[in-house]
Each structure stands twice: as C-alpha cells, then as structure tokens.
C-alpha cells in the first residue's frame, strides 16, 4: 500500500525530473548533466516507492533506521552545499575585484574616461 507522503515523493521526484527536461530543453543543461539528474530522480523515485531496498546498505552501515541515513545523508549535502557555495562566492569575488581594479587603473591613464 503506497502511503500519503510516498504519493508526495512520487509527485516530488517526477516534477524534478520534468524540471530537469526543460532544463536540458533550453539548453541550459548539457547531456551529461541532464542524465546525471534524471538517474537521480529516478533513483529517488525508486527508493520512495521500495524503501526495503535501503536495508542492504543500512544492515553493512549499522545504521538502524532508513530515515536515521537520510538525515545524515542530508546533513552532509547541505554541509557540502555550504562549502561549494562559500568557494563559489570567494571566487566570484576575487573576480570581481581584479575586475574594478584593472577598470580603475584604465581610468586612472585617461584612456577609457567618458
């Protein structure tokens, strides 16, 4: 028997994967990327609908509960998520930065003043 928050993964995973179809239909997304994400919803969607298939993995971790693993599993992500954001930001920054200094220095000889 499918129960009421299956029915909402269900309809999470597929929406995300239709997401990510028009992603890859603007062109927004590259092929590899676009497989990458629609075998992960995929595999979501499975997992959601047979969740008994976690208990391999689980039974070789000792982790008792499937959903004491996605708490850690999403513990990790947003610490992952956290990090990639914070060297992004650092990088776009120094970008940034090496940006108005080469344009004020051009402002500075009188060759690009308006």
Known sequence: MILGVQIL????GF???YICFLHYKRRE?????????????????IVILFPKITNIFLQELSIPRAFDFFVVLGFLFVIFL???NYTA??????????????????????????
């Open 29 to 45: 997304f590259g092929k590899a990327q676009f497989l990458f994400w629609e075998m992960l919803w995929l595999s979501f969607i």
């Open 82 to 84: 956290t990090f990639y």
């Open 9 to 12: 993964g269900i309809v999470f």
């Open 15 to 17: 929406s995300m994967a």
């Open 89 to 114: 930001i650092n990088k776009m920054k120094g970008n940034l930065e090496r940006k108005i200094r080469e344009e004020s220095l051009k402002g500075l000889d009188g060759t690009s003043l308006k």
